[in-house]
T-cell receptor
Framework: EDQVTQSPEALRLQEGESSSLNCSYT??????LFWYRQDPGKGPEFLFT???AGEEKEKERLKATLTKKESFLHITAPKPEDSATYLC??????????????????FGQGTILTVHP | DTEVTQTPKHLVMGMTNKKSLKCEQH?????MYWYKQKAKKPPELMFV???????INESVPSRFSPECPNSSLLNLHLHALQPEDSALYLC???????????????FGPGTRLTVT
């Protein structure tokens, strides 16, 4: 069964305390794994796209990595402004029509990150 | 520019009202999406438009009616909603249609809907 699982559900860090968030997935033929940041009451903000095992992307204090079964979002020396919910999403296939494969993004439950000063 | 705009920001409606949510993007993206997000839950896909045609409907009740007037605009018409439909409604767009390949989706700020 295709699914996306994020852990931990919540993570509290002190400013400067590095850590990692996990996203594990099961899908036949990965067509993309996406990381988003969401602040309360706002839309998700795109962070990274990963397509192949071994791929890595970096942006400021964030680094995303991908294996065949999971992805990690590493946060180095976080600051209070990094506090948010981090969502992982995987593209799952839905159906084929006219020789084209259609799919959708399925999100994990998210990790609520709180960084204390 | 990766901006998707949504109006209104907040909407309160009664169960007999008819209202519409609007979404706009000027990035030349060919796919647009409606999602529903309940509190403390991830977004759930409702509809996908690809090249202005409805390509995916995730078994959404008929009281939600999507419309794509042109490649930049997406509407969601609401009628006879239930209190359990109260949620954050998110619009998103992506460069390619889901059938061409999967690339990142850019989300708008959402419309907070309350059904009384």
């Amino acid at each position: 069964e295709d699914q996306v699982t994020q852990s931990p559900e919540a993570l509290r860090l002190q400013e400067g305390e590095s850590s990692s968030l996990n996203c594990s997935y099961t899908v036949s033929g990965l067509r993309g794994l996406f990381w988003y940041r969401q602040d309360p009451g706002k839309g998700p903000e795109f962070l990274f796209t990963l397509y192949s095992a071994g791929e890595e992307k970096e942006k400021e204090r964030l680094k995303a990595t991908l294996t065949k079964k999971e992805s990690f979002l590493h946060i180095t020396a976080p600051k209070p402004e990094d506090s948010a919910t981090y969502l992982c999403a995987v593209h799952f296939p839905l159906f084929n029509a006219g020789g084209t494969s259609y799919g959708k993004l399925t999100f994990g439950q998210g990790t609520i990150l709180t960084v204390h000063p | 520019d990766t901006e998707v705009t949504q109006t209104p920001k907040h909407l309160v409606m009664g169960m007999t009202n008819k209202k519409s949510l609007k979404c706009e993007q000027h990035m030349g993206h060919r796919a647009m999406y409606w999602y529903k997000q309940k509190a403390k839950k991830p977004p759930e896909l409702m509809f996908v438009y690809s090249y202005e045609k409805l390509s995916i409907n995730e078994s959404v009740p008929s009281r939600f009616s999507p419309e794509c007037p042109n490649s930049s605009l997406l509407n969601l018409h609401l009628h006879a909603l239930q209190p359990e439909d109260s949620a954050l409604y998110l619009c998103a767009s992506s460069r390619h249609s889901p059938g061409q390949g999967q690339d990142e989706q850019y989300f708008g700020p959402g419309t907070r809907l309350t059904v009384t």
